[in-house]
């Protein structure tokens, strides 16, 4: 990845970034409110070394610096810490006092500063107090050599002690903006890997190098598809009408000395949006004046029927089994010349009478009557009826949903089609987020005044204004 690639991670889970931030200052504020108020008292002592000269005096007073650097540890010994603890006005006993001091040594001098942390402030001058006059003395009878009346180091009090009015810890500010620092970088780490671990489909170029094959068509998002998922009224003339008016003119080329006239629509998995593709792909090449049979080839979960707002208790099922023919099973739809067949009943045996002889006619004898047969199946992946089928049309189409797909999802159903040696038109990349690299920008071409929109007539029933379209599919002059 590139650093292109990273920020643009980021960018697309931005959601991730902002939520992992909150959490974190959410985790400060929190930890900050219940953490104790910590006072700071301090004394500073110097050490130093009795001379006589100029040499003595650095002599003495490198020692004296490695003098002070022992005593760090000093501070904290047991010693001192009963000695201090002994004081009536301490209130702690030795390992109370043992962990409120510290100390450290300021570098390149032989000053040695005392830290005691406390709850209280008053507590804290205390032990301060005790400690100043307690070290002193420890050191003076440690560095007084057997038989000697006076130590070879000496340590006076140069400051303190003292105690600041203002506890040292917790720090609101300094808490927060690390926190803040360190849900950032978390979310933006977190979004990196998801990016980096999702091999979801979520662009056209990718779809078309998982497949290998073309794109026919790319439909963007579209927020209203929800509750208004066929191309009828406004939605005839939104991005996503002229998006499937896109895949309609690429099937109507796929095949330049043969037009593909039964067209089976499938995906790899559930719930990306095929049946929404094979309906609306049915009314635009209706729409374009070319007679149309819509069919629900996909017997286990029929959605067409409650799509169109039409029976489907007879349908494709009862036409095989021989209950009923073709023109007596297929409903109109709409003003347009369009014909639904729906599912029909649902049978114990899906796999075997969609690859039965007589689907294979029945769908020879409607490519005869009709200028398209649009086949809707199930997914690919779940079960075999899709490959069945398209092995008896012209050809198929992989609908594929955008950021949900996998890459092998998709080359497990490319490889699904290719077995039973039926022919794959190309892919449909389907609620594309806008915006992407190879988005085309179908909103460009805004409804304008006059447009032959789908009007409903009647439950779901579109009726075309006035107008006339061209052989594209607009308006026509």
């Excluded at 029929?302 to 494709?316: C, F, M, R, S, T």
């Excluded at 089928?389 to 594929?400: E, H, I, K, N, P």
């Excluded at 190879?438 to 447009?451: H, I, K, M």
Aim: with cysteine; charged share 20%; glycine share 8%.
């Amino acid at each position: 990845m590139e650093l292109r690639d990273y920020v643009s991670a980021v960018r697309k889970r931005w959601w991730l970034v902002a939520t992992t931030a909150c959490l974190a200052l959410v985790a400060a504020v929190f930890v900050t409110a219940r953490t104790a108020p910590m006072y700071a008292a301090s004394v500073t002592f110097f050490v130093s070394t009795p001379s006589s000269g100029v040499t003595d005096a650095y002599q003495g007073g490198l020692f004296s610096q490695q003098r002070a650097r022992s005593y760090v540890n000093l501070v904290r010994s047991d010693r001192l810490a009963r000695a201090v603890a002994a004081d009536p006005s301490v209130g702690l006993d030795a390992d109370g006092v043992q962990q409120r001091i510290s100390a450290r040594t300021v570098p390149d001098t032989v000053l040695l500063d005392i830290t005691v942390l406390d709850t209280s402030s008053d507590r804290a001058l205390r032990v301060a107090e005790a400690v100043a006059a307690k070290f002193a003395a420890l050191v003076a009878v440690l560095e007084t050599p057997p038989g000697a009346d006076n130590p070879t180091v000496r340590v006076d009090v140069v400051t303190g002690p003292r105690v600041g009015t203002d506890p040292v810890s917790p720090q609101p500010a300094r808490n927060f903006a690390v926190a803040l620092l360190m849900g950032l970088l978390v979310g933006a780490a977190g979004a990196v890997l998801r990016e980096i671990l999702d091999s979801s489909v979520r662009s056209a170029s990718a779809l078309r190098q998982a497949g290998g094959k073309a794109v026919l068509a790319t439909v963007p998002m579209d927020p209203r598809a929800r509750q208004e998922p066929l191309l009828v009224e406004d939605a005839a003339w939104s991005p996503r009408g002229e998006a499937m008016r896109h895949l309609r003119t690429n099937l109507q080329f796929v095949d330049p000395d043969r037009r593909a006239r039964c067209i089976v629509v499938t995906s790899a998995l559930p719930e990306e949006g095929k049946s929404t593709i094979a309906c609306n792909l049915a009314i635009v090449l209706a729409e374009n004046g070319h007679r149309v049979l819509l069919v629900d080839a996909d017997v286990r979960r029929p959605k067409l029927a409650e799509y169109l707002d039409l029976e489907g208790a007879v349908g494709l099922t009862n036409v095989l089994v021989g209950q009923v023919d073709l023109d007596t099973a297929a409903q109109p739809w709409g003003d347009r010349d369009m014909w639904v067949l729906a599912s029909g009943s649902i049978p114990p045996n899906p796999s075997e009478l969609l690859g039965s002889q007589q689907m294979a006619r029945l769908l020879a004898s409607a490519a005869e009557d009709y200028d398209y047969v649009v086949v809707d199946t199930s997914p690919l992946l779940v079960v075999t009826d899709a490959a069945v089928v398209a092995s008896r049309a012209d050809g198929a189409v992989l609908v594929t949903r955008a950021g949900k797909t996998t890459v092998t999802q998709v080359r497990s159903a490319v490889l699904a089609i290719e077995a039973v040696s039926a022919r794959l038109f190309g892919c449909v990349l389907n609620g594309a987020k806008p915006g992407g690299d190879d988005a085309y920008s179908y909103a460009y071409y805004g409804t304008r005044p006059g447009a032959p929109l789908l009007a409903a007539a009647g439950p779901n029933k579109p009726v075309p204004l006035s107008r006339d379209l061209d052989a594209a599919g607009r308006p026509g002059g």
